[in-house]
């Protein structure tokens, strides 16, 4: 028998949906069942690289880990990762298959629909309960003829869907009662129960309005859900840098194609845009971007790149901002940008050439300095070789050789370089910067802690069929 479905769909782009899924995800997982998550198309520059070298979002990753499953590709087939406004990179089931605008994307779209179904149909004969997972809102009228996230995936897992508004952005009734109103009548009916999702007060203060919204919309208010602060979960896209914090004396440049930024949720960061932003800081750090060629202009143009190699401090880079520490960046084929050749920012012995193929590998390794074991992942376009007087940040299990230093400037590939306690604690006394506390508590159990006190648990059952 397949697995059962249950759908959180929002009101809006960051309501809450990824979050709420894990939480439902942790709750069920605790109950005795199997559970996994799925969104089935996921538009994000965040992304890891399973254990058999294939490419998936980090969104994914976080809500398998809420089910304590492993993550796989099947969770989410379609991964788009932007590269500038008009085009994308098109990652299906975990491998890169090709550039696209948006015109051209929604052409595929009935193709990939079929894919997406095989995904999908694959964990459900191998669950109890998939969780799924909407993007964006469904009411967005002029995109309803090509979805392939939302309301068709509902219809697809006979999903029954709840429905997320996010209260501390203001407008949340509104945002519930147009919403709903907007959708055919078949997906109206589809919706099950509406939640409210990061209240901060009392919640009898909202018992008027919780009355009206269902009273008007003749759906049921499934809970509402306090605003939790400091969950200690990484951000699914660059819209949660938006609150970063500017006062940490880690400096992370926040280029505008930042990637996995979660790179650096275990330091005392702030994101830095402009080259005053560097004043106090203890040590820079570049991040990965989609776009290297691009950000690394951007840091030319915007007085950062001088900026960064004056000031003096230790610098890091990581993935694409280790390739910016180079000599030069060459793309003959044009695989990542118009140009064939860009100088890099000069403070480190390589020089990296970008081809068509993709890395995508789970890895260990040991640095050179200081023997500290590390695991990550590298997920990066492009080769970097390294030229006379360089010296490799570390050895992988392989024999091979992973980025590179000099002095109080390395580079490396490996995301998740400073989720290693040891390493981190001893680059951080390196740059005299005390290692702050680390969460104990599991973040899933705590979540699903949340919704179990704040939801009608009676009512997500039979909603869910499991009554």
Known sequence: ?????????????????????????????????RVAPFKSQNMALNSFATRNGLEMGRAQVVQAQACRVEPRVEMNPILLKPEGDRHSQLVLMG????????????????????????????????????????????????????????????ELADAPVLLVGDIDRGGVFAALLGTLELLPERHRQRVQALIVNKFRGDRELLRSGLDFISQRTGKPVLGVVPYVSELGLPEE?????????VDGPIAVIQLPHISNFDDFDPLPVRY??????????????????????????????SGLASSIRGCGLPVAGICGGFQMLGQRILDPQQVESDAVEMPGLGMLPVETTFFAGKTTIQARATTLDGGHDLAGYQIHMGQTTLLDGARPFARLTDGSFDGAAQGRVWGTYLHGVFHNPTFRRAWLAEVGVEDGPHAADDPFDRLATVLAASLDLALLHRIAGLD
Not at 102 to 110: C, E, G, I, S, T
Not at 237 to 245: F, K, N
Request: with cysteine; net charge negative.
């Open 272 to 301: 830095v845009k402009h080259a005053s932003e560097l004043h106090g800081a203890r040590a820079v750090i570049i991040p990965g971007t989609k776009a290297t060629m691009s950000d690394l202009g951007w840091l030319e143009r």
């Open 1 to 33: 028998m397949p697995a059962l479905t249950l759908m959180v769909q929002g009101t809006a782009s960051s309501a809450g949906k990824t979050v709420l899924v894990a939480g439902l995800c942790r709750y069920f997982a605790n109950r005795g069942l």
């Open 237 to 245: 896209d660059s819209v949660a840098l938006e609150t970063a914090p």
């Open 95 to 154: 491998r890169v298959e090709g550039r696209y605008s948006a015109v051209d994307y929604h052409q595929l779209k009935p193709q990939l629909l079929d894919t997406v179904a095989a995904a999908l149909d694959t964990l459900r004969a191998q669950f109890d309960l998939v969780v799924i997972e909407g993007a964006g809102s469904p009411a967005e009228i002029n995109l309803a003829e090509h979805d392939i996230v939302n309301m068709r995936i509902a």
